[in-house]
């Protein structure tokens, strides 16, 4: 009785193979590719956002002693765009690393509960043993007028992950581990940014930034989507040592314009310790908080997903961080992002680190 119930559950779950364990490890292998895909994919660097293309260090002309001056006295943030920019000629190469160990998806754990239960009974749990990602941004700014400059982020992925179902009542062994060790560039960032505008109490800036499908969609490396991301990027230095940012974007999927989202953040850089001696510190604390949100509701809602009900997702995570300036032009920083709720695919805490040097 319990193998008729069997069959009759393996039927219903998949249709590939005719023997039954094969079918499960098929299923198994199924859903590791839809994790990929449509979840670890697209959402890499929500884990990990890219890091300002702004450089630490502005500069702006003095057209009446014919010198390039500091225009920003704070180091500006880790993650958020200043309205100003880096200043013709100057250039910033940087380069960050980030570690994502997920343990849930849309409020559920990835370790216990992806679990779906037949209409015979059976309940299958897509046991994950490991989804970790590594992720090392290596990015450049050139300063291309007084006050304009481009950007190119290219991120190198490492996506490791483990599972495999398991069925009760345990009629069937558990499938084959599934595993998968991707290594790879990920999908090219090209950004954009132009001072408008300068005032006494905001200055604001017009970005777009163009995320094109460079790396490979069936190693999960790429969304596999072109993105252009037109925004608006506010802020200001006041009293040589508080620095405000808003950002403000549309992240356009050109291919499906549903999968679109608004992009959103806002903080502020706190210069804690400034030195006029190139040999000491200066240290400066950042506090951010970033969103992102769908523009419209998954066109179609599968309720029994194992990774939960598709809903219209609103990403919200907290960054506290630091930078730190050890001599003139160059920069080290440290933040960790950390969830303010549980839409997406997310984890505990994301430590992310940076070095920048400007010259």
């Known amino acids: 009785m319990r193998a008729l119930v069997m069959l009759g559950a393996l039927t219903a779950l998949t249709s590939a193979g005719p023997a039954h364990g094969d079918a499960l490890d098929d299923q198994a292998r199924a859903v590791a590719r839809?994790?990929?895909r449509q979840h670890i994919a697209p959402r890499v660097q929500d884990n990990v956002p890219l890091t300002a293309s702004s450089a630490s260090f502005a500069f702006t002309w003095n057209s009446d002693s014919d010198v390039w001056e500091r225009s920003a006295t704070t180091t500006g943030s880790i993650f958020l765009e200043r309205a100003e920019t880096i200043g013709k000629g100057y250039v910033s190469v940087n380069v960050s690393y980030g570690y994502v160990k997920y343990n849930a998806i849309n409020g559920r754990s990835l370790y216990s509960d992806l679990t779906k239960r037949d209409p015979n009974g059976v309940l299958f749990t897509y046991r994950i043993r490991d989804a970790e990602v590594q992720l090392v941004n290596?990015?450049?700014?050139?300063?291309?007028?007084?006050?304009?400059?481009?950007?190119?982020?290219?991120?190198?992925e490492r996506i490791y992950f483990a599972g495999q179902f398991i069925v009760e009542p345990p009629v069937l062994a558990?499938?084959?581990v599934?595993?998968?060790d991707h290594f790879g560039v990920g999908d090219l960032v090209l950004r954009g940014k132009w001072l408008a505008t300068r005032s006494d109490y905001a200055n604001g800036a017009l970005g777009l930034s163009l995320k094109v499908p460079s790396g490979d969609y069936d190693r999960g490396l790429s969304q596999g989507d072109t993105l252009l991301t037109p925004a608006v990027y506010v802020s200001r230095t006041f009293g040589d040592w508080i620095e405000p940012h808003v950002n403000l974007g549309v992240e356009t999927n050109l291919a499906e314009f549903r999968d679109s989202r608004l992009s959103y953040a806002a903080g502020a850089t706190m210069q804690l310790l400034r030195s006029q001696d190139w040999l000491a510190p200066r240290v400066s604390l950042t506090l951010d908080f970033l969103g992102r949100v769908d523009l419209a509701p998954p066109e179609h809602r599968n309720r029994g997903s194992f990774f939960g009900t598709n809903r219209q997702e609103n990403i919200?995570?907290?960054?506290?961080?630091?930078?730190l300036s050890l001599w003139e032009g160059s920069l080290l920083s440290f933040a960790v992002q950390i969830p303010m709720n549980d839409d997406g695919l997310r984890a505990d805490v994301v430590p992310v680190g940076g070095v920048e040097y400007v010259f």
């Not at 007028?145 to 190198?156: G, H, K």
């Open 316 to 323: 919200v995570d907290f960054a506290p961080g630091f930078k």
């Open 138 to 156: 290596v990015g450049a700014t050139v300063g291309i007028a007084n006050d304009a400059e481009l950007s190119l982020t290219i991120p190198i």
């Open 178 to 180: 599934v595993r998968r």
């Open 34 to 36: 839809t994790l990929f």
């Open 174 to 176: 558990p499938s084959t």
